[in-house]
């Protein structure tokens, strides 16, 4: 007997990630996510997922060091990324970047595991470095060097828009990149551990992840979102979206999660932010619209937002295009790629599942002037 999408078939032994979907629960390595959003750094949360544990103050530095001196983008990927077509989607230019990585580096077959470790850093480190460049070369823009006295956040946002950011707009970023980093077996992080239990080299088994995160149906709720807060453009319009959207039998994008039964644990950080920013920019608007469609959405179908419906209108604040969206995403599960492929690669076995033939029994194969 097959499980449709695999749902809940449990296909690997992993101690990185708990996600407990009935209780709305989420922890890395065993810290619930409302500690670590509240306390930590996209540093030190990529250190613990990579490590297992929390670092002190001399591993963090010089974790976060590594991370500063890794983020420059060698010059072949970033010649390559100059002679994409600006029409290209982003997540197709992210996916041949990274795999463009793979060829600058002289390393990227060696899969011990301090190589494979050291690799991780500088896949952290360089994906939002190669994200800005994608966006801002589309836009005739000339990529930026990375500031290495800024954190990752700071930096990632510098990068992108070519200001200093404000100190909310780099704890958003922050707050985005940790809440993204690690979510289980999803189906990119799952690709990722398919991919590299073959013994392929590190590169492979992440652009195999962006690949998966490229797909709608895993990485592009929170565009979808955006698309309709500027659709309603108005609170006064919402009640007219919801009732059209039931009565055509759409879906309300950013409603309802694959895992969770009640309120997904990392909404509540990213409605916050929304606020601030919204009153930061003096522009409450598209913060006004979720807070009422969220309200009626709930009513209507009783299914909470998810962490994608407030990502919409907080990364709007932040001047981030829909259109990089779900490269932003890929930007934070670099982490949890990575951990994940290192967790396989430490007691790795193929991953090999069976089919459940539904096809013709055996039978005789049939002439052609007979057929």
């Known amino acids: 007997m097959s499980t449709k999408g695999l749902k809940g078939i449990i296909a690997a032994d992993s ?23 509240e306390h930590s750094s996209f540093e030190e949360v990529s250190y613990l997922l990579l490590k297992g544990e929390l670092p002190n103050t001399e591993q963090l530095t010089t974790f976060s060091k590594m991370l500063a001196d890794s983020r420059e983008i060698p ?4 010649e390559l990324i100059k002679s ?9 230019a992210l996916r041949t970047a990274i795999s463009a990585l793979g060829m600058a580096d002289h390393d990227a077959e060696n899969n011990d595991p301090e190589a494979n470790f050291e690799k991780s850093i500088g896949l952290i480190a360089r994906l939002s470095s190669v994200i800005a460049a994608i966006h801002r070369v589309r836009h005739g823009q000339e990529p930026l ?13 510098w990068q992108l828009n070519g200001r200093d950011p404000s100190a909310d707009e780099t704890k958003a970023m922050d707050m985005i990149l940790i809440l993204h980093a690690e979510h289980g077996l999803n189906a990119s992080t799952f690709a990722a551990r398919v991919i590299i239990a073959t013994l392929t080299d590190i590169y492979s088994a992440v652009t195999g992840a962006i690949g998966a995160l490229k797909g709608p149906l895993h990485g592009g709720a929170n565009v979808e979102v955006l698309k309709a807060l500027h659709k309603i453009d108005d609170v006064a319009n919402v009640a007219k979206f919801v009732e059209d959207v039931r009565e055509s039998k759409g879906k309300f994008m950013g409603f309802g ?5 009640v309120e997904d644990p990392r909404a509540a950080h990213l409605k916050e932010l929304s606020r601030r920013l919204g009153i930061e920019k003096g522009e409450t608007k598209w913060y006004d619209i979720s807070i009422e469609l969220e309200s009626q959405v709930k ?3 009783n299914k909470n937002c998810n962490v994608d419906f407030y990502s919409a209108s907080l990364q709007h604040y932040m001047g981030i295009p829909g259109d990089i969206f779900t490269c932003i995403f890929a930007a934070s599960r670099i982490s949890g790629w990575c951990a994940h492929i290192l967790e396989q690669l430490s007691n790795n076995k193929i991953i090999r599942p ?10 005789s194969y049939v002439q052609m002037s007979e057929r």
């Open 257 to 261: 999660h694959a895992v969770y039964q």
């Open 75 to 78: 010059a072949s990927t970033l």
């Open 84 to 92: 994409f077509p600006n029409d290209i989607p982003p997540m197709t």
């Open 145 to 157: 060097a990375p500031k290495p006295e800024l954190s990752h956040a700071g930096n990632y946002m």
């Open 354 to 363: 069976s089919a459940n033939y539904i096809g013709s029994e055996e039978r």
């Open 15 to 37: 101690s990185i990630c708990k996600v407990n979907g009935l209780e709305g629960r989420l922890m890395y390595r065993g810290y619930n996510i409302h500690e670590l959003a």
């Open 299 to 301: 009513e209507a179908i």
